[in-house]
């Protein structure tokens, strides 16, 4: 889930970095509105919206595939459009988006990145600098049973010996 503290850094990262929508008190945030993603996205927005009164957050929809997202991404930043302010990026495209100079480094705002899995923040820099936060990483997920494996495996060997036994 969401956490309002990182949509709240996104989102003020946005304003230092200059947003160049024409009322500065509205920040667009551009990502998915559809199932449980945007309703905790919704949430999410309207918690910073309450805690950082004056400003306003307008979601601008964009599709949930990905291909047709970041086909309209291009699209607006290649035309360098004014909006939208915080972008909902795939993990692979952080590279291809900093290269051509269409979002911004977060490094200056020292975000707190030790929560997140080492590859997921490898994955959101380019050269050396920070360019995105990870929003949430799909990863799978293996859960022992304690009946038949009281103690954990230290390596896949031992998860496959481990299976051995219990068959």
């Known amino acids: 889930m969401i956490k309002a503290t990182k949509v709240a850094l996104a989102l003020c990262a946005a304003i230092v970095c200059g947003c160049s929508h024409p009322d500065p008190n509205v920040l667009t945030f551009s990502g998915s509105s559809v199932g449980r993603e945007g309703q905790v996205l919704r ?13 306003r957050v307008a979601l601008r929809t964009t599709p949930d595939a990905a291909d047709q997202r970041h086909q309209l ?17 795939d993990v692979i495209w952080t590279a291809e988006f900093a290269a051509a100079g269409w979002i911004a480094r977060l490094d200056r ?23 995105a936060q990870p929003w949430f990483v799909d990863v799978g997920m293996l859960y022992r049973r304690t009946d038949l494996a009281p103690e954990p495996p230290r390596s896949l060997d031992d998860l496959g010996q481990a299976r051995q036994e219990s068959a």
Do not use: C, I
């Open 109 to 131: 705002f020292h975000p707190k990145v030790d929560d997140f899995f080492a590859a997921a923040v490898a994955a959101d820099q380019w050269n050396g600098a920070l360019y």
């Open 73 to 89: 991404y291009v699209q607006w930043l290649n035309g360098w459009a004014s909006d939208p302010d915080v972008l909902q990026l």
């Open 43 to 55: 949430t999410q927005l309207a918690r910073f919206e309450q805690s950082h009164p004056g400003l």
